[in-house]
């Protein structure tokens, strides 16, 4: 009778938790840029469209990337990066679920600067990866901002840069991603 | 016993794969993007004729085109390599769909220009469009003096004007094909010869690799009038494309490497061996 009471009260609790206000905060223009430094040339290239949420109380976090919003300088380059590199009629999409670690308690109302590690899996080009990098999260005037840079190996992800470029691709990219948040229910 | 392990499985399925849930979301969220249809061939030219991509806004392509003599020629004439025709030319993107053309070909020294309109472009998301339509035009100037009076002929006559729609479809990775209706005119013909001819192109081009493709091209004519020895222009060769650069090496019984001459002027038979090898060369700045 005692564990009967026990297990309903647990149960209650769980739910009670899942019910309890959930802080989400969610921008649509988001920045992403990689940057390429290789002996013949300086590759550089900006999305404004990325999409991303965090969910503030169960510190789960999600964005999606979509590969053609990526603007290069030149338009011929552009088009090579879609076409040959990324194949993004096949894989349109970079995408990254996973959680905050190790960061205490982040609400909204408190404003704040925190150095957080977040741990997922990261897809580029159709394959995932573990990943983790560290990034800093801000909490000013009830809103959340949040900015991180990592490096990306093309190899890793199957992205072929044959014999012929590799003077002009490098092989290890740096990829940097601001966001500024807006709260949604 | 049991029913408390089974209270505690369920209560660990009420949460969800971290952050699964979140991108779900986001899916959700998205809207249809317009999703051109790109590279549909890799260059202007498929072979003889234009394909119909255009060139970026502010893209500047310069090309250099030569078709040797007939391979058939013989040793002495190192089977045509000895008698070359070139063709220096400039395209400039005056917009994404715009393009302008400037040639001069040191066959006949004829003076070409052109304007190239994407009207439509293939394209998958928010607009479903099956195929790209281009339009082109353009003029050609015959700088070529007449050799009794070793003066230039009267402005006008000089002229011909080609119009071409050209209409094709990516139609997977590998494979394009455009169709070409074409109407060449020239302002002076003689009898039984009419000003306007009309014909239709066909070219198509398979990847082989991701940078090196096989282009087909072939016109039919409606020869009512022509003279009796010219033939349909048909090309067959090989693309190869390396970062800003994309080679053409080819095959064609056309001596000309503009419309109104590969379409309208072509004497060479494919079949007896009037065959001149060629290339197309061009880098997009």
């Not at chain 1, 109302?109 to 977040?118: D, F, H, P």
Request: overall charge neutral.
């Amino acid at each position: 009778m005692k564990i009967q009471v026990v297990v309903v009260l647990m149960l209650l609790f769980g739910t009670a938790s899942m019910l309890q206000a959930q802080q989400k905060v969610m921008t649509k223009t988001g920045e992403a840029s990689f940057f390429s430094k290789a002996p013949l040339e300086d590759i550089e290239a900006h999305n404004k469209q990325v999409v991303a949420i965090i969910d503030l109380s169960s510190k789960e976090i999600a964005v999606k990337m979509l590969i053609k919003q990526f603007n290069f300088e030149k338009s011929l380059m552009q088009e090579h990066f879609n076409e040959n590199y990324m194949e993004s009629d096949k894989y349109p999409s970079a995408t990254f679920s996973g959680k905050i670690e190790e960061s205490p308690e982040i609400l909204l109302t408190e404003s704040g600067e925190y150095e957080v590690k977040i741990v997922g899996e990261l897809q580029i080009h159709g394959i995932k990866k573990p990943w983790e990098t560290m990034a800093t999260l801000t909490v000013k005037d009830g809103k959340v901002s949040a900015k991180t840079n990592f490096k990306v190996k093309t190899a890793d992800f199957k992205i072929e840069i044959p014999k012929l470029v590799i003077k002009n691709i490098a092989e290890t990219i740096d990829v940097n991603l601001n966001f500024s948040f807006e709260p949604i229910s | 016993m049991r029913p408390y392990i089974f209270s505690l499985l369920l209560v660990c399925f009420l949460f969800p794969a971290f952050g699964q849930g979140l991108l779900d979301e986001i899916n959700a969220q998205e809207e249809p993007q317009e999703n051109l249809v790109a590279a549909t061939f890799k260059g202007s030219r498929i072979i003889n004729g234009h394909s119909v991509i255009t060139r970026k806004k502010k893209a500047f392509e310069f090309l250099i085109a030569h078709r040797f003599g007939r391979i058939n020629s013989g040793p002495y004439e190192f089977f045509g390599i000895d008698n070359a025709n070139v063709r220096f030319g400039f395209e400039y993107g005056l917009s994404d769909r715009l393009t302008l053309g400037l040639g001069r070909n040191s066959f006949e020294k004829t003076y070409d220009t052109f304007l190239k309109l994407a009207l439509l472009r293939q394209q998958t998301g928010k607009k479903q469009i099956p195929i790209s339509v281009t339009l082109f035009s353009s003029m050609a100037w015959k700088s070529l003096k007449d050799p009794a009076t070793e003066k230039l002929p009267k402005f006008t006559r000089t002229l011909a004007y080609t119009h071409q729609v050209l209409i094709a479809r990516k139609v997977n990775k590998k494979f394009s094909a455009q169709i070409t209706p074409s109407l060449v005119h020239f302002n002076f013909v003689q009898e039984p010869q009419k000003n306007m001819m009309l014909a239709m192109g066909i070219g198509m081009r398979y990847k082989i690799t991701e940078r090196i493709s096989i282009n087909g091209e072939y016109f039919l004519r409606n020869d009512e009038g022509e003279p009796e020895d010219t033939f349909n222009p048909i090309a067959i060769g090989v693309d190869i494309e390396t970062g800003g650069h994309v080679f053409q090496v080819h095959f064609t019984n056309a001596r000309s490497m503009i419309e109104k001459g590969f379409i309208r002027e072509t004497t060479g038979d494919f079949f007896q061996g009037d065959i001149h090898f060629g290339f197309n060369l061009t880098r997009v700045f």
